[in-house]
């Protein structure tokens, strides 16, 4: 077993054992760090989606008086009313999130604070039900068969049971299909949904995870208090647990953990201070805003990079054995894939593209070269579904131009002219985010490790297409730790993980050596070999020259010329467009 | 039940200007700098506690805020002393000067006894700065961060000051006066002096950061840095500074509507933070970019907030804030014509 793992279990069984040791005052203190931590577990996972929510408070505010009030009034087991809240929570949270997520800009933030607001002021002001502000007691324990548990410490041992169950499936899910998909959320969301990330649903479920631990926490705090009113579900809570993700840092839902253990301990200790020097009200607010200012200010990844300096790398999952079955082309000239007609797009009085007509035949190899600023870049966005043009359309198969986030299952590929890897991924991971589409585990298969054989396949997959382009030794790199050139190669090999039938090439030689360019020549050569249909954009004349058997010139949103290359070249109209001079004499 | 509409009306559209002065200042800040700035509200605090205390005859806390504040600029640039002392001693000196000035105006004040729109002014002068030093704390240093990452650190930023108003101002309540006592019977409603002055101030304001923007250099500076902040750059335009103006003039408005509102309600130190909220819920109608947009937005959040006050008191909070959903359907149909 790896040291990671049995560190991991070490510490696993201090959390467990803690409460059977310490001294009763601390071991409520410490039942309620774990309720936290599972909340700031929660929001980990939401920020490395790119997102945040300032209502987890108001979540598990649900989740308590769902199943307070339920197993108050009716009698049930509070087991069975702690899942009826949880899911009653899981459905408020996904209605949030389809009218949020579904936005352009940030509205997540501001919908969350302004749902915890209303949330918490129902519960003050519908006083028949929720007892109002002064709350309810006699709330039922935590029970199941009439098997009550009110024994303190074997509660506390429970929750941080649930925490640290959150925190393996956590790491889980990071190196599942669903868990490199979510890590593209943040900042490439055109890419993602090239390779068949259907982001927007993605984000929802993220953000339905992270109200579902919540509401889990809310539960397990009112059973254990056995008292519920509106003031823990307060605003004050959603910041503090914010600040506790913050703190202890978006990378790992370790960081959760030792967030809610710092800030915990900082505030009891911040009280006690306050209150010696004979100071009222929450005054420690002061300091924790500064926290959180400070912390973002110099060190935005949280504490949990100080610690994990100090333990071994985790070991990277298995890429042993077979990739996933390949589609086998069949030579057929006559089919076209992909049909542009009169294509035209507009950005405000700029026309970028106009009338633009094409056609794609299987295993055809077309270049598609033209000045700077000619449109190519535009082209390969409208083609990938990414940018709507303004008039024309794209037919893919004889078929209307799916949603961006489905062209992939219709066999198209792409590549990206500036690079759009993970910098939070490995090599072969980036790699493996080119198959996400060839596989099913999902969101829940990820988080209870049920995925391991499916994803050893992606990952031999990827590692397969990485021997291809001949970066095999640097599969289990950093991403960033790659010159320039390597990752526009890790670009292609991602794009050959997706098994294309089309393949779009954006400037793949820009920037690569000699020795990488004739790898990338061969390559080419193969997949042509292969029937694969690729539309290079390239400016390096010689690769276009040597490679294509046909080549369009795009000039100012127009095609000027198409051919065999020979005869592009000695096309008057493109020596124009390339050297200058009249360019209206020579058309 | 027409005099109960009618006033109604008129009590809504006065909360409405009120929160038309915070959606201008947050679609100000959030054009120029990407800030989605949770913290404006606390500017309505200060603004109004600070006029409370000089109505009172006191010398405001406000000016501890502001030379504390001044103090942590020159310590954070203290690396800057030993590389170039001349910038240096021009930053102490600056900060000195400042600090001199604002105690210098308060007491003058003070001594005058000046009228509660005069009051207002010198108030006007020792918030509004607070928001330059507070960009200069927490933007100026990452200016490329995320969205997500300003949220936060705008939501640090308001706790923190709103645990400075409670250190300093305590927990009670304070009552401010009018800028002229008592009001007017316009047909069967009393209508007060004060909500005048809030409409004529809200118009001002919104008609003069209308014509900043449209005729002055300056203001277009401003414009330019809202729309393209790369491309300002390029043009030569100091994108900081058009940060730090931004966010002055938001600490301003958001400053003014507070002393405004103060008489209407009582001023405490958590006032401000739902007035902010509300200002957001209007400015998500224009998605935080669009002016008159969110006006519409504050003003129909004015108006149901003052009925909903009459007719189901004890839910207003939780109406104003449902509000929010469906104007983020709305806009996604929008985007939906808009065809992205």
Same mark, same amino acid.
């Given at each position: 077993?790896?040291? !990671?793992?049995?560190?991991?279990?070490?510490?696993?069984?201090?959390?467990?054992?803690?409460?059977?040791?310490?001294?009763?005052?601390?071991?409520?203190?410490?039942?309620?760090?774990?309720?936290?931590? $599972?909340?700031?577990?929660?929001?980990?996972?939401?920020?490395?989606?790119?997102?945040? +929510?300032?209502?987890?408070?108001?979540?598990?505010?649900?989740?308590?008086?769902?199943?307070?009030?339920?197993?108050?009034?009716?009698?049930?087991?509070?087991?069975?009313?702690?899942?009826?809240?949880?899911?009653?929570?899981?459905?408020?949270?996904?209605?949030?999130?389809?009218?949020?997520?579904?936005?352009?800009?940030?509205?997540?933030?501001?919908?969350?604070?302004?749902?915890?607001?209303?949330?918490? +002021?129902?519960?003050?002001?519908?006083?028949?039900?929720?007892?109002?502000?002064?709350?309810?007691?006699?709330?039922?324990?935590?029970?199941?068969?009439?098997?009550?548990?009110?024994?303190?410490?074997?509660?506390?041992?429970?929750?941080?049971?649930?925490?640290?169950?959150?925190?393996?499936?956590?790491?889980?899910?990071?190196?599942?299909?669903?868990?490199?998909?979510? &890590?593209?959320?943040?900042?490439?969301?055109?890419?993602?949904?090239?390779?068949?990330?259907?982001?927007?649903?993605? !984000?929802?479920?993220?953000?339905?995870?992270?109200?579902?631990?919540?509401?889990?926490?809310?539960?397990?705090?009112?059973?254990?208090?056995?008292?519920?009113?509106?003031?823990?579900?307060?605003?004050?809570?959603?910041?503090?647990?914010?600040?506790?993700?913050?703190?202890?840092?978006?990378?790992?839902?370790?960081?959760?953990?030792?967030?809610?253990?710092?800030?915990? +301990?900082?505030?009891?200790?911040?009280?006690?201070?306050?209150?010696?020097?004979?100071?009222?009200?929450?005054?420690?607010?002061?300091?924790?805003?500064?926290?959180?200012?400070?912390?973002?200010?110099?060190?935005?990844?949280?504490?949990?990079?100080?610690?994990?300096?100090?333990?071994?790398?985790?070991?990277?999952?298995?890429?042993?054995?077979?990739?996933?079955?390949?589609?086998?082309?069949?030579?057929?000239?006559?089919?076209?894939?992909?049909?542009?007609?009169?294509?035209?797009? !507009?950005?405000?009085?700029?026309?970028?593209?106009?009338?633009?007509? *094409?056609?794609?035949?299987?295993?055809?190899?077309?270049?598609?070269?033209?000045?700077?600023?000619?449109?190519?870049?535009?082209?390969?966005?409208?083609?990938?579904?990414?940018?709507?043009?303004?008039?024309?359309?794209?037919?893919?198969?004889?078929?209307?131009?799916?949603?961006?986030?489905?062209?992939?299952?219709?066999?198209?590929?792409?590549?990206?002219?500036?690079?759009?890897?993970?910098?939070?991924?490995?090599?072969?991971?980036?790699?493996?985010?080119?198959?996400?589409?060839?596989?099913?585990?999902?969101?829940?298969?990820?988080?209870?490790?049920?995925?391991?054989?499916?994803?050893?396949?992606?990952?031999?997959?990827?590692?397969?297409?990485?021997?291809?382009?001949?970066?095999?030794?640097?599969?289990?790199?950093?991403?960033?730790?790659?010159?320039?050139?390597?990752?526009?190669?890790?670009?292609?090999?991602?794009? $050959?993980?997706?098994?294309?039938?089309?393949?779009?090439?954006?400037?793949?030689?820009?920037?690569?050596?000699?020795?990488?360019?004739?790898?990338?020549?061969?390559?080419?050569?193969?997949?042509?070999?292969?029937?694969?249909?690729?539309?290079?954009?390239?400016?390096?004349?010689?690769?276009?020259?040597?490679?294509?058997?046909?080549?369009?010139?795009?000039?100012?949103?127009?095609?000027?010329?198409?051919?065999?290359?020979?005869?592009?070249?000695?096309?008057?109209?493109?020596?124009?467009?390339?050297?200058?001079?009249?360019?209206?004499?020579?058309? | 039940?027409?005099?109960?509409?009618?006033?109604?009306?008129?009590?809504?559209?006065?909360?409405?200007?009120?929160?038309?002065?915070?959606?201008?200042?947050?679609?100000?800040?959030?054009?120029?700098?990407?800030?989605?700035?949770?913290?404006?509200?606390?500017?309505?605090?200060?603004?109004?506690?600070?006029?409370?205390?000089?109505?009172?005859?006191?010398?405001?806390?406000?000016?501890?805020?502001?030379?504390?504040?001044?103090?942590?600029?020159?310590?954070?640039?203290?690396?800057?002393?030993?590389?170039?002392? !001349?910038?240096?001693?021009?930053?102490?000196?600056?900060?000195?000067?400042?600090?001199?000035?604002?105690?210098?105006?308060?007491?003058?004040?003070?001594?005058?006894?000046?009228?509660?729109?005069?009051?207002?002014?010198?108030?006007?002068?020792?918030?509004?700065?607070?928001?330059?030093?507070?960009?200069?704390?927490?933007?100026?240093?990452?200016?490329?961060?995320?969205?997500?990452?300003?949220?936060?650190?705008?939501?640090?930023?308001?706790?923190?000051?709103?645990?400075?108003?409670?250190?300093?101002?305590?927990?009670?309540?304070?009552?401010?006066?009018?800028?002229?006592?008592?009001?007017?019977?316009?047909?069967?409603?009393?209508?007060?002096?004060?909500?005048?002055?809030?409409?004529?101030?809200?118009?001002? +304001?919104?008609?003069?950061?209308?014509?900043?923007?449209?005729?002055?250099?300056?203001?277009?500076?401003?414009?330019?840095?809202?729309?393209?902040?790369?491309?300002?750059?390029?043009?030569?335009?100091?994108?900081? &500074?058009?940060?730090?103006?931004?966010?002055?003039?938001?600490?301003?408005?958001?400053?003014?509507?507070?002393?405004?509102?103060?008489?209407?309600?009582?001023?405490?130190?958590?006032?401000?933070?739902?007035?902010?909220?509300?200002?957001?819920?209007?400015?998500?109608?224009?998605?935080?970019?669009?002016?008159?947009?969110?006006?519409?937005?504050? *003003?129909?959040?004015?108006?149901?907030?003052?009925?909903?006050?009459?007719?189901?008191?004890?839910?207003?909070?939780?109406?104003?804030?449902?509000?929010?959903?469906?104007?983020?359907?709305?806009?996604?149909?929008?985007?939906?014509?808009?065809?992205?």
């Amino acid at each position: 077993m790896p040291i !990671r793992g049995m560190l991991a279990i070490a510490v696993s069984a201090v959390f467990l054992t803690a409460p059977w040791v310490l001294p009763s005052f601390y071991v409520g203190i410490f039942a309620y760090a774990g309720i936290y931590a $599972l909340v700031a577990i929660g929001l980990v996972l939401l920020l490395q989606a790119g997102q945040i +929510s300032l209502g987890q408070g108001a979540f598990m505010g649900l989740g308590a008086y769902g199943s307070a009030l339920v197993a108050r009034a009716y009698g049930v087991d509070t087991l069975v009313t702690l899942v009826l809240s949880v899911s009653a929570t899981a459905l408020v949270a996904a209605l949030i999130g389809f009218v949020t997520l579904r936005l352009r800009g940030h509205y997540l933030p501001l919908a969350t604070l302004a749902y915890g607001i209303a949330l918490v +002021s129902v519960f003050t002001a519908w006083h028949d039900v929720t007892g109002g502000a002064s709350g309810l007691d006699k709330i039922p324990p935590l029970s199941l068969f009439g098997f009550a548990l009110t024994d303190d410490r074997l509660y506390s041992q429970l929750i941080w049971a649930i925490v640290l169950l959150a925190v393996l499936g956590m790491s889980r899910l990071r190196a599942s299909r669903t868990g490199r998909a979510i &890590a593209t959320l943040e900042s490439y969301d055109g890419m993602a949904r090239s390779f068949g990330v259907d982001t927007t649903v993605l !984000r929802i479920k993220v953000f339905v995870f992270s109200a579902v631990l919540a509401a889990l926490a809310g539960g397990l705090y009112v059973h254990m208090l056995r008292f519920v009113s509106p003031s823990p579900f307060s605003l004050m809570t959603s910041f503090k647990v914010l600040i506790m993700a913050v703190v202890g840092g978006p990378l790992s839902a370790a960081g959760g953990v030792i967030g809610a253990l710092t800030l915990e +301990s900082a505030q009891w200790a911040l009280q006690d201070i306050l209150a010696r020097w004979g100071a009222t009200g929450n005054l420690e607010v002061i300091v924790f805003g500064i926290i959180l200012v400070v912390m973002l200010l110099k060190w935005p990844l949280g504490l949990w990079p100080a610690v994990e300096r100090f333990l071994p790398k985790p070991a990277g999952r298995s890429s042993d054995g077979e990739g996933l079955a390949r589609t086998v082309m069949k030579e057929d000239r006559q089919a076209v894939l992909l049909r542009l007609q009169g294509i035209g797009i !507009r950005f405000g009085g700029l026309q970028a593209l106009d009338a633009v007509d *094409m056609e794609l035949r299987r295993g055809e190899f077309v270049g598609l070269i033209g000045p700077n600023g000619a449109g190519k870049t535009t082209l390969f966005s409208i083609i990938s579904g990414l940018l709507h043009p303004t008039n024309g359309s794209v037919l893919l198969s004889n078929e209307k131009l799916p949603a961006s986030h489905s062209i992939v299952r219709r066999g198209m590929a792409r590549t990206f002219q500036h690079v759009q890897l993970v910098p939070e991924l490995t090599v072969i991971e980036n790699v493996a985010l080119g198959a996400y589409w060839r596989t099913q585990a999902g969101f829940l298969r990820g988080l209870f490790a049920l995925d391991n054989a499916e994803n050893q396949r992606v990952l031999a997959t990827a590692r397969l297409a990485l021997e291809r382009v001949g970066l095999s030794a640097e599969a289990e790199l950093a991403t960033a730790s790659l010159p320039l050139g390597k990752q526009r190669i890790v670009e292609i090999a991602r794009a $050959l993980a997706a098994d294309p039938q089309i393949l779009l090439l954006d400037e793949p030689a820009a920037g690569l050596r000699f020795s990488e360019k004739l790898t990338l020549v061969r390559v080419l050569r193969q997949l042509q070999a292969e029937h694969v249909t690729i539309l290079l954009v390239e400016h390096d004349m010689e690769l276009v020259m040597g490679c294509v058997e046909r080549l369009v010139v795009l000039d100012r949103g127009r095609i000027i010329a198409e051919g065999a290359p020979s005869e592009v070249q000695a096309n008057p109209a493109v020596i124009a467009a390339y050297l200058g001079g009249s360019r209206d004499k020579a058309a | 039940m027409i005099d109960t509409a009618l006033f109604l009306l008129v009590d809504g559209l006065t909360n409405g200007l009120v929160y038309a002065l915070l959606a201008l200042s947050l679609v100000l800040v959030f054009t120029v700098t990407r800030v989605v700035n949770i913290a404006q509200g606390e500017y309505v605090m200060l603004g109004a506690l600070t006029l409370a205390d000089l109505l009172q005859g006191r010398m405001p806390g406000t000016l501890y805020l502001l030379i504390g504040g001044l103090t942590l600029c020159v310590v954070l640039d203290g690396s800057r002393w030993r590389r170039d002392w !001349r910038q240096a001693l021009l930053v102490v000196l600056g900060a000195v000067a400042a600090a001199a000035f604002a105690v210098a105006i308060t007491r003058g004040a003070l001594w005058l006894k000046l009228p509660v729109i005069g009051m207002m002014a010198v108030a006007l002068m020792l918030v509004a700065p607070l928001g330059v030093l507070i960009y200069r704390f927490t933007v100026h240093p990452i200016p490329n961060a995320s969205t997500i990452v300003f949220v936060i650190i705008s939501v640090g930023v308001s706790m923190s000051v709103q645990g400075l108003g409670l250190l300093i101002w305590g927990a009670s309540p304070y009552a401010v006066d009018p800028i002229m006592p008592g009001g007017v019977m316009m047909g069967p409603v009393f209508i007060p002096y004060q909500s005048f002055a809030i409409l004529i101030t809200a118009l001002l +304001s919104m008609g003069g950061l209308y014509l900043f923007s449209e005729f002055t250099l300056v203001g277009k500076a401003l414009q330019a840095s809202a729309m393209n902040r790369r491309g300002a750059q390029f043009c030569g335009i100091p994108v900081t &500074a058009a940060g730090a103006l931004a966010f002055l003039l938001a600490a301003a408005f958001s400053a003014i509507s507070g002393m405004l509102l103060a008489p209407l309600i009582t001023a405490n130190y958590e006032m401000g933070f739902m007035v902010g909220l509300k200002g957001f819920v209007g400015g998500a109608m224009g998605g935080l970019i669009d002016y008159p947009l969110s006006l519409a937005g504050v *003003m129909i959040v004015g108006a149901l907030e003052s009925t909903s006050a009459y007719v189901a008191s004890a839910y207003r909070d939780a109406i104003v804030f449902s509000l929010l959903i469906p104007i983020l359907l709305w806009r996604s149909s929008r985007q939906r014509v808009e065809g992205h």
